[in-house]
């Protein structure tokens, strides 16, 4: 379960990062294209 919770949070991490390092015109594009 330890694991499971670890390799959770890794994911969690990254995406977190990913997200972080997307700049703002990238954002707006997608934003456009979701709505």
Do not use: A, F, G, T
Not at 2 to 27: G, W
């Amino acid at each position: 379960m330890k694991l499971l919770n670890n390799r959770l949070i890794d994911e969690m991490m990254s995406i977190k990062n990913y997200v972080n390092n997307l700049s703002d015109e990238d954002l707006k594009r997608i934003y456009k294209k979701s709505s």
